[in-house]
């Protein structure tokens, strides 16, 4: 079980706190089975929404999307009832997958002890037992979608296929060449280092590439290793990849200025550009499937909630 990273996890829970605020003698702007929606409790929802979205983006982006949350606030606070309510008539029982969560969650964060949580969450202002009660209904509402939802959700091989066919840039892994080379600093005037470059020359015609490049090639660390890097298709110096594509395994290009100096590059190895077996893609292609799937089937699945209910709208939010 993954769980959120801790600064993502607080916000999204916090917002989920103003569903259980204490009544108060105020405004109220809708109905849910016989359940009041306050002022205050759509504030509360309101300004962790916008703290959420103010860790992820920020102008324009940002400004439409606080827009979108003030404009739909009130629906997605009643959806979030229904689905409360719907939870506490399952009474799902957690508390194991609540600790694990927690587990992982001070893994992640680099915290030793139960204290160093609770001190973490103090000075964003939580109490961690609030806290975690609202960890508590949140697994109980992915109990919910799963049973209701996702286990209803069937994704079939010539879906699969489908998929894999029609998304076929996503698994195809890029050639890639690795490549050692010689390498040569220009000259004190900035000039090609012409005699460096004849020795070089002279002496690839008898010796090995490897121990011409250890003895003259100053790029640093040349001594241990005459390695240029593994590079895949648009990574490398435009000239170097040019050159690279020309040659076949073991071949010594000539000299090449590029960046800061000169190069003689050989080929090392070249992996051509390939497309990933299905077998070897088929479980990430059946959780994006059923992602997408669960996506319009939860909204589905409220919208029900809602016929089953419910709901009068006594004002609207702004």
């Given at each position: ?126 109490e961690y037992a609030a806290w975690r009660d609202m960890l508590r209904e949140n697994r ?179």
């Amino acid at each position: 079980m993954k769980a959120k990273t801790f600064p993502a996890l607080i916000l999204f829970l916090t917002a989920s706190l103003s569903l259980l605020a204490a009544d108060v003698v105020e405004e109220i702007y809708a109905v849910v089975n016989e359940e009041a929606i306050t002022g205050s409790e759509l504030k509360k929802f309101e300004a962790e929404m916008i703290r959420s979205l103010q860790m992820e983006m920020e102008g324009e982006k940002l400004e439409q999307a606080v827009a979108d949350v003030k404009k739909n606030l009130l629906d997605k606070f009643i959806e979030q009832k229904l689905l409360l309510s719907k939870v506490k008539e399952k009474n799902y029982d957690v508390e194991a997958d609540v600790d694990v969560i927690i587990q992982e969650i001070k893994k992640q964060n680099n915290m030793a002890t139960d204290d160093d949580l609770k001190a973490a969450l103090a000075r964003e202002g939580i109490e961690y037992a609030a806290w975690r009660d609202m960890l508590r209904e949140n697994r109980r509402q992915q109990r919910l979608i799963a049973e209701e939802v996702g286990a209803k959700i069937k994704i079939d091989n010539p879906q699969i296929m489908e998929y894999y066919r029609g998304h076929a840039d996503q698994y195809t892994i890029p050639a890639e060449f690795t490549l050692n080379c010689i390498f040569l600093k220009p000259d004190a005037g900035g000039a090609a280092p012409r005699e460096k470059m004849d020795l070089v020359d002279a002496e690839l015609k008898t010796a090995p590439f490897a121990d011409v490049a250890r003895r003259h090639s100053e790029l640093p660390g040349a001594a241990e290793s005459i390695a240029l890097g593994k590079f895949k298709k648009g990574e490398l110096d435009a000239k170097l990849e040019e050159a690279a594509q020309l040659l076949k395994k073991d071949e010594v290009s000539g000299w090449i200025e590029a960046g800061s100096g000169w190069y003689r590059i050989q080929l090392a190895d070249f992996s051509p550009q390939r497309l990933r077996e299905v077998k070897d893609v088929r479980e990430e292609i059946i959780m994006t499937l059923r992602d997408a799937e669960q996506q319009v089937k939860v909204k589905d699945y409220i919208a029900q909630l809602k016929k089953e209910s419910y709901i009068k709208i006594l004002k609207e939010y702004r």
